[in-house]
C-alpha cells in the first residue's frame, strides 16, 4: 500500500513539475487555417513556416507552437476551427486563403490575423480594414497582365480568342475578378463565354459545357472552387488542347500553361516574415497588412510543348 501511494506521488510530481516547466518556457501558439486541401495554397504554409523558423520561430525546436487545420473545404468547419483557436488562447491566427480570413476577423477583433492568399481588404468587403488584419494581400492588378499575355501569345499564333472563365457568385473576389476580366475583354474585343459553379463538384460538368462552345483558351479565374477542382479543369482541357492560362503561379505546375502571379511560397514566407516581427515585439499598433512583394511569369514546359506555344525567355520554366 505504501509503494503504491510513493507511486502514485512520484506520476504526479512527474506530471505537474512537467507541465510547469512547459507553461514557465511561455512558448507562442498560433492557430493556422486552410479552408481545403490544394497544393498551390499549401505552398504559401510552406513559406510561412519557413520564414518563422528562419527567424528563430520554430516548432519542431520548441521555440513556437503552430496548431494546424484544414476545413476540407467546409465553410462551418472555418468557423469551428477559428473558435478552437481562441479557445486555446493562441497569439496569432494564421489563415489561407480568404475564407478563413474572413471568418477569424468576425470571431475576433483582438488575436492578430496573419491573411495569406488573400485579395486586399477593399476586395474582401470587410467595411473599415480591421485593426488587427495583418499578413499579406494583393490586388487585382496583375490580372491585367495575365490577361494580356493570354491574349498576345494566342492572337500571335494567328489564333481566334475565344475565353471560358468559371467564377463562384458568392465569392467577392471571383465577381470583382470576373468584372475586370469583362472589361479587358470588351477593350480589347476578346469574347468571352462564362459559367458560375457553387461547389467543386461542379467543376468537371461546367467546365464540359463551356468547352462544348469551341473556346481557344481557358482563364483559370483567382478563385477558391477554381483552386480546388483545378485537376477536374486541367484533365478535360488537355483532352481537347485547349490552354489554360492564370494569374496563379502555383497552378502552373498543376497543368495550366502560363501565368503571371503572386509567388504563392513567397507569399507565405512574407506573411510570416511579418508574424516573426510581431513575436518579438506584440504590439499590434506597430503593424498593418502588406502587400505581397513577388510575382513571377512562369510556363509549364510540358504544357506549351504540347500546345505548341513558346514563351520568351523573360519567363521562368516549371
Not at 88 to 112: E, G, H
Not at 117 to 123: A, I, R
Not at 180 to 199: C, D, F, N, P, R
Not at 298 to 316: D, H, L, R, W
Amino acid at each position: 500500500m505504501r509503494l503504491a501511494t510513493c507511486s502514485w506521488l512520484l506520476i504526479f510530481t512527474i506530471v505537474f513539475f512537467g507541465c510547469a516547466d512547459t507553461n514557465s518556457k511561455n512558448i507562442p501558439v498560433i492557430g493556422y487555417v486552410s479552408a481545403f486541401e490544394d497544393n498551390t495554397i499549401d505552398a504559401a504554409r510552406i513559406g510561412f513556416i519557413d520564414a518563422l523558423k528562419a527567424k528563430g520561430y520554430s516548432d519542431s525546436a520548441g521555440t513556437v507552437k503552430i496548431i494546424y487545420r484544414n476545413a476540407q473545404g467546409s465553410i462551418p468547419t472555418v468557423t469551428q476551427i477559428v473558435q478552437y483557436f481562441i479557445s486555446q488562447n493562441v497569439v496569432a491566427i494564421a489563415t489561407n486563403p480568404s475564407i478563413p480570413t474572413i471568418a477569424a476577423l468576425q470571431q475576433t477583433k483582438t488575436i492578430p490575423v496573419f491573411m495569406m492568399v488573400s485579395p486586399e481588404p477593399s476586395l474582401m468587403h470587410l467595411g473599415a480594414t480591421p485593426k488587427n488584419l495583418l499578413g499579406v494581400g494583393d490586388d487585382l492588378a496583375y490580372i491585367d497582365t495575365s490577361f494580356l499575355l493570354m491574349r498576345t501569345v494566342l492572337q500571335g499564333q494567328g489564333k481566334p480568342l475565344k475565353v471560358g472563365v468559371l467564377y463562384n457568385q458568392s465569392e467577392p473576389q471571383s465577381v470583382t475578378s470576373l468584372e475586370l476580366i469583362k472589361q479587358l475583354a470588351k477593350k480589347y474585343q476578346v469574347q468571352l463565354e462564362v459559367a458560375s459553379v457553387s461547389s467543386s463538384a461542379e467543376i468537371s460538368l461546367v467546365t464540359q459545357q463551356l468547352l462544348s462552345k469551341n473556346i481557344s483558351a481557358f482563364f483559370a479565374n483567382p478563385d477558391n472552387i477554381v483552386f480546388a477542382g483545378f485537376e477536374s479543369i486541367a484533365q478535360a482541357c488537355k483532352q481537347k488542347q485547349v490552354p489554360i492560362f492564370t494569374s496563379e503561379a502555383g497552378l502552373v505546375q498543376r497543368g495550366a500553361v502560363a501565368a503571371y502571379g503572386a509567388d504563392m511560397y513567397q507569399w507565405g514566407y512574407q506573411a510570416g516574415e511579418q508574424a516573426a516581427q510581431y513575436l518579438n515585439k506584440k504590439v499590434l499598433s506597430d503593424f498593418s497588412w502588406e502587400k505581397v512583394k513577388v510575382h513571377n511569369s512562369v510556363y509549364n514546359t510540358a504544357v506549351a510543348k504540347e500546345m505548341g506555344i513558346q514563351f520568351p525567355s523573360t519567363f521562368k520554366a516549371l
